[in-house]
């Protein structure tokens, strides 16, 4: 029982971390001064301690900021459960669900000890090898990193600013595409990197399979200005083919353009059914009132899609997804129906003069 009372500030601050190094100096001061107090026969006269009611209610007061008035927090075991809980299948998949778990479960009630572990873990595990089960997870913990950025501001900029700077010199080329989701959560980290890794990523980005380019989820550093354009070329230098599964699997406002450039094309009954859902519906959320204009013009200006038996269920659910948009598009979507109205003879419950979207416009 001597030895813990003795090691227990070393304990909480180097093995739990649960205080800081200097909370850990203010408590050893509390326990110093305690100790002349409790044990005053181990002490001449000459030495007693006699602490001044000053000295008194300051030790109390940094007991209370450092200890006392705290909720139970978490400490370095946290760092273990975090793991478990990223790789788990009910780890939240959206971005809203991890800020909510993650800001509850860990955020909330941590020390800066442990957010200071768990930046480094965000930043460093994906990169290193072994952790390749982490390492498919990078946009949830990119998303997690984001979080912590704007949870806990302060501790990010102090530890992250200068690890990043350091630590991605050292990523080999097969790995550095990761740090793309990372740009597109948490934009900052590219002032950070050094102008050697900036260099590589864009000459990376520019060799990149098409595979290698969703592996990496490399278009999400879009966010990222001086990263567009070579996104951007990379992009238009591939083919349709090539394009729709990009698109499908990036679904971002800066592919809108090309997505309806490409159904405005399609060919047959079948093309545009599977472009519509592959193509269109994903990228639905980032249409804007000239966007939707572009889309329906792209309908009526191609029997192969507004005759196609899926077509209602594809602008259906568009319309849906963009109803944020509907008080400034809504003529675009009236001007459709009209005139798919009238090339069947004004007979509005003709299945393709969109009777649903019909419906959906008198309702709203």
Known sequence: MQT???????????????????????????????????????????????????????????????????????????????KTDVLSPSFPSTQEGIRTFVSAKYLNRSKDALINNMIRILLKAPFLEGEEELLRR???????????????????????????????????????????????????????????????????????????????????????????????????????????????????????????????STSNYREAERIGQTVLIPLASHFDEGEIGRLLDAVLGNSQISYASGTSDVLLEIFKLNMAELPASRHHWDRFVTQMTDLHGGKADNPYSYPSIRAKLDAA
């Open 4 to 82: 813990l009372e003795r090691d227990v500030l070393q304990t909480a601050k180097d093995d739990l971390q649960l205080v800081t190094p200097h909370e850990y100096e203010m408590l050893k001061r509390i326990q110093e001064d305690r100790h002349r107090c409790a044990h005053p026969a181990f002490i001449t006269d000459d030495e007693l301690f006699q602490p001044s009611p000053d000295l008194v209610r300051s030790h109390l007061v940094h007991a209370l900021h450092c200890l006392l008035i705290h909720a139970p927090l978490q400490g370095k075991s946290a760092l273990n459960r975090f």
């Open 138 to 264: 990078k946009r949830q913990l990119a998303w997690v990193l984001s979080e912590v950025a704007a949870k806990k501001t302060r501790v990010f900029e102090e530890i992250a600013r200068p690890f990043v700077g350091q630590f991605f010199d050292g990523v080999g080329d097969g790995r550095l595409l990761n740090i793309c989701a990372f740009l597109g959560a948490e934009p900052q980290l590219w002032a950070w990197l050094t102008d050697p890794v900036k260099l590589r990523l864009v000459r990376l980005i520019e060799e990149c399979p098409i595979d290698g380019l969703n592996e990496h989820l490399v278009f999400d550093a879009f966010a990222i200005p001086e990263l567009a354009d070579a996104l951007l070329a990379k992009f238009t230098s591939c083919g349709i083919q090539e394009r729709i599964q990009l698109i499908s699997y990036n679904p971002r406002k800066e592919f809108v353009s090309f997505g309806i450039d490409i159904y405005s």
